[in-house]
């Protein structure tokens, strides 16, 4: 238990914001209006709302009972790889990826897919926070099966505070210069940082989109896969600055594990293709031991 | 997106401009001609420095806005003549303008605390740089140049390239007359106008039909009196969120209110074309009796589209800020609004002017397309409604619902708005935003509705707003008047699954006389149990049921319409706008709070629409008579009294009523 009295300063410091942004939440106004289908809110926490205590608390203030009872959440993981809720093929044929796995927070289907075109295409960003906090059942139920040789006793009541001990970093799949000044935003990196916010964990900006102008018809087979190889490069200062967080983190915290733990973030996991592109080049460039995760808000 | 700022030397005074495409601009004011379109600017300028930092679009305008309100400048404008003084005093001038533009924007959030930190931040960041900038501005020529470049008269563009980018603008500027435009729906239509310049760049286009005053180019959420706005549908701070940009790298705040049409933000360009209005006077036409004659109208329609279209023409010409003409048709339910309308359409049409007629309801757009179509075969008719394929077309007279309007500015010479007391544009101040917007200067609006709101029935009674009334329906039969029947409610007949004997009966006698029955419910959850209620009940297996939530609304009607459907349950969806020959209207939860006056006047005016059977019946079911269907009852009633007052009805020997 001694080192449990005597954390690090900077897990202090972390430990402090989580708990800062929780309780910011709390106290977080209501939206008056759902911000799926429009409709007004009644009262506060109404009986409408449906008391389900999976469901974070932000989310039961930002929508509406129907509309939060039509989520579609993935509850019952089929392919242990890349979280579909059906067994999964595709895994089957080729099982060795350059991530760990990924987990989706729903499956993505017409409802969903609405949602999504709201804020990605429509650019309404106020729903954000909303897709951010659909993110936090399936990262915490990764999180919670991920194999630490942690204490017992460090388990129950503080365990929400530790999961930021159990990440490195939360970084995020990237877009094209040109699709950032022409959307203005990048959805996947929205969602990371919500997250690295919620639970304290550095947001690294890991990825860079390689800019690549030909189109992609234009190619050979053989020239299309080396391209997407190709379409992403990382920001080495980044790299660099995970590095020495990383050797800070080892040298003055408790933790046991060996491999640099890193979340990748992206709204839509379809063929797992791009994950893969991004690890790939992660794994080209990180010279350490790492391991990739991916958490994406829908499994098409 | 980004844009600069520049100054321009004219006639020994600086102005100051926005760009969002300064080769552009150069060409302009050093040089002047465009290859095969010759000479576009015949006063070029003595001396042009460009500013070199690029600026979110809102604050590169903004600060040719305060250029203009400290030292005036452009040739049209209140103080001609702009800034005197060297190319120094012009960049210093020019430096404390942007400056002031960034710090407006920085302040003008909310004060939260995020505001505070970002104003904070600004605060720090700009004692920084004024020290900076102004040493810089200070000392000699060579430091202005890290600021600013000097425009040399040498261009990059070739004759060829420069003719087709005047082609260009010119198609740009005819195309975007009268629109307000997100740049994104800006370039769709340029894209689909063909043309020159239709390499994917219309930002040189469009810059340089706005150096040559065809078009407005704008940052869409701007600040205006009283803070910033939705330039596109005139909502305040309220509707505004403010988000991390990459687009223009900063914080910039975008429109939630108008966001199913595309998101207008800040540093999201909007491009106003200007519409030039009609060239021809009244004076030329043929006479209004002659053109009124023309259309065949009863002798109450005639009487009031003639007093209506006197209005319309009385304004020989139009000032550049003339406040919008407004008319009220009073008319009732079935007297044939859209025959009335044909005269005035076709005076505007006459005079060279657009005209506009909308609608909130997307059925009743789709329902007049033909009927316009057909009353005016020689025009260029357009329909727009959310997903209309013509969206970027052109027309003589456009067919619109109201959400369309936001698209367009000054456009229209004749708006005409029906059924202007339906939702969704009853109480939505941003549809009439943009029914006011879209109104050219001192352009005629005329008002339709059966049941105008009350505080235009007061302003009409007031004299306020002039207006003409149509009491009686193109067949001059009069109204049928409601009947009261004391009902139990829609619930309880459902829960128990019994109609009451009364209804039943009435029911079973409108069958009998072979008539179609509307049957109207408060809830949409209502309208499927009470129309299998119905089925068991009447024994007629020809009962449907639709909603607003039906995808297949439209084919049931036309079904209800060719009477393989008897009964159609429905709610306040059908109220207005369908007309089905020999009908009885049933009214259930009458005393329902959906239910207001003009709502149940509204689907009383589905019996008895045609002259084949005009005297249609109509029930109000309820536990209660409330004052709402007292009401409605009271407003039909007048109108058949006024009607027969002003000699409308048919006399009793050509098969009008007796009563």
Known sequence: ?300 | MKAMVYVVKRNGGWQARATIDHEVDRRFWMDGSFGGAGMLNEHPAESAWLWREELPLGIACRTAERWEERCGGHADGPRMGGLKGDERDALRMLAACVDEAKREAESGGKTGAAGWRRMLAGWRRRLAGWAGRSEAIEASGVSLERLAEQWGREGAMSDAELGRLAAGAKLAADAMRGRALLRGEAHALLDGAGGPGADGSWSGTLQLAALLGRVRLSGAVAAGSGGRRCKRCGSGEAALRRTACAACGRICAYCIACIGMGRSRECELLVTGLHDGMKGGAAQLPPVRQRLDGWKLSPAQTAAAGKALRYVEARPHAAAHAPIRNFLLWAVTGAGKTEMIFPLVESVLLRGGRALIATPRRDVVIELDPRIRKAFPDASVVTLYGGSEQRWEIGDITLSTTHQLLRFQGGFDLVIIDELDAFPYHGDPILHYAADKCCAPGAARLLLSATPPRELQRAARSGRLPHARVPVRYHRHPLPVPKLLSTPAVAQMLQKRRLPAKLLAAMRHSLQRDAQLFVFVQKIAQSEPMAALLQATLRQSAVAATSSQDEERSDKVQRFRARDIRVLVTTTILERGVTIPRSDVYILDADGRLFDEASLVQMAGRAGRSSDDPFGRVYFCGRERNRAQVAAVRHIQTMNRIARKQGYLLPADQGGSAR
């Open chain 1, 1 to 300: 238990m001694k080192h449990m009295s005597s954390p690090s300063p900077t897990a202090w410091l972390r430990r402090l914001r989580t708990a800062f942004a929780a309780s910011a939440q709390l106290l977080a106004p209501r939206a008056e209006a759902c911000l799926i289908c429009g409709k007004p809110q009644a009262g506060p926490r109404s009986a409408a709302s449906p008391n389900d205590p999976k469901l974070p608390a932000g989310l039961r203030d930002q929508a509406c009972g129907a509309c939060l009872s039509a989520i579609p959440w993935i509850s019952r993981i089929q392919c242990p790889k890349c979280g579909r809720a059906v067994r999964c093929e595709d895994c089957a044929r080729s099982p060795h990826r350059a991530f760990v796995c990924n987990r989706s927070a729903v499956r993505y289907d017409p409802t969903m897919r609405a949602l999504l075109a709201q804020y990605k295409y429509r650019g309404n960003e106020q729903l954000a926070p909303l897709l951010g906090d659909m993110l936090l059942p399936p990262f915490e139920a990764l999180t919670a099966s991920l194999h630490e040789s942690a204490p017992a006793a460090r388990r129950g009541k503080r365990q929400k505070l530790r999961i930021a001990d159990r990440w490195d970093a939360v970084t995020y799949v990237p877009v094209s210069r040109e699709r950032a000044l022409d959307r203005g935003f990048n959805q996947a990196e929205q969602l990371a940082a919500h997250l690295a916010r919620r639970y304290g964990i550095p947001l690294m900006h890991l990825l860079v989109r390689a800019r690549h102008t030909e189109k992609q018809s234009f190619k050979t087979r053989a020239e299309r896969i080396k391209d997407t190889r190709q379409l992403f490069a990382v920001d080495r200062a980044e790299v660099a600055r995970l590095h020495s967080l990383r050797q800070d983190a080892s040298k003055t915290s408790d933790l046991s594990r060996e491999a640099c733990r890193i979340l990748l973030v992206d709204d839509i996991y379809t063929t797992g293709s791009t994950a893969e592109a991004c690890s790939l080049t992660l794994g080209r460039h990180i010279d350490f031991s790492h391991e990739i995760y991916v958490l994406t808000w829908a499994r098409s």
